[in-house]
């Protein structure tokens, strides 16, 4: 019911930025609690990050937390994550998700609606 594409990954060097963007779509945005992830090369699905429908609190894991942020603008139907002092383990496929309803959590079975991804790589 929701369609979701992301846009924004690329190349960056270490200690740089990307912020990417998830447009949302078929749905009432606002209905939806959102959620960030990324598959490393030969790695398992990871979740790093989430937000509440209204945006009203979000979650990070440790592993970006303090240099990631996640953030919403239903108006606009548009997820966010910014991305700052970007590791080379940061590189990975990142994917976002949904879920119907007003909060979120870390399980990635949580998620009923997933984008297509983007990729980062981090090298120099």
């Known amino acids: 019911q929701v369609q979701l594409v992301e846009s924004g990954g690329g190349l960056a060097q270490p200690g740089g930025s990307l912020r990417l963007s998830c447009a949302a779509s078929?749905?009432?945005?606002?209905?939806?609690?959102m959620a960030w992830a990324r598959q490393a090369p030969g790695k398992g699905l990871e979740w790093i990050s989430g937000?509440?429908?209204?945006?009203?609190?979000?979650y990070y894991a440790d592993s970006v937390k303090g240099r990631f942020t996640i953030s919403r603008d239903n108006a606009k139907n548009t997820l966010y994550l910014q991305m700052n002092n970007l590791k080379p383990d940061d590189t990975a496929r990142y994917s976002c998700a949904a879920r119907y309803g007003a909060t979120m959590g870390d399980r990635l079975s949580e998620y009923n609606y997933w984008g297509q991804g983007t990729q980062v790589t981090v090298s120099s």
């Open positions: 078929g749905g009432t945005f606002s209905n939806y609690a």
């Open positions: 937000i509440y429908a209204d945006g009203s609190d979000t």
